[in-house]
């Protein structure tokens, strides 16, 4: 059971990257999938979640109208498209499976899988 994720790198303030999370041994199709970012210095936080119960999404206010998260079930996988990126947006973003549902999506404790990270900066 393993959760993978990809697609970050160097970009500049404004521009696009989209994540992935790719998962083997288990179907994301019966998972909340969201995502978490950490930033150098700060805590984890919780920045979209998409729910497998009917397909409803959250964001963070802070990537509200720039990040979009979405599901590719034949792929196995989820993705966060990321545009307008600033500067704020450096951190590390790791992707989280909850089986079935989650009461608080920002909760981390509440996730079962957790891929290993991948890294966004965002360069002024």
């Known amino acids: 059971v393993q959760l993978q994720a990809s697609g970050g790198g160097l970009v500049q303030t404004g521009g696009s990257l989209r994540l992935s999370c790719a998962a083997s041994?288990?179907?994301?199709?019966?998972?909340?999938i969201a995502w978490f970012r950490q930033a150098p210095g700060k805590e984890r936080e919780g920045i979209s979640c998409?729910?497998?119960?009917?397909?409803?999404?959250s964001y963070a206010d802070s990537v509200k109208g720039r990040f979009t998260i979405s599901t590719d079930n034949a792929k196995n996988a989820v993705y966060l498209q990321m545009n307008s990126l600033k500067p704020e947006d450096t951190a590390v973003y790791y992707c989280a499976a909850a089986w079935i549902a989650v009461r608080r999506w920002v909760n981390e404790n509440e996730y079962d899988y957790w891929g290993q990270g991948t890294l966004v900066t965002v360069s002024s």
């Open positions: 998409i729910r497998s119960t009917d397909g409803s999404t």
């Open positions: 041994g288990f179907s994301l199709e019966y998972y909340a």
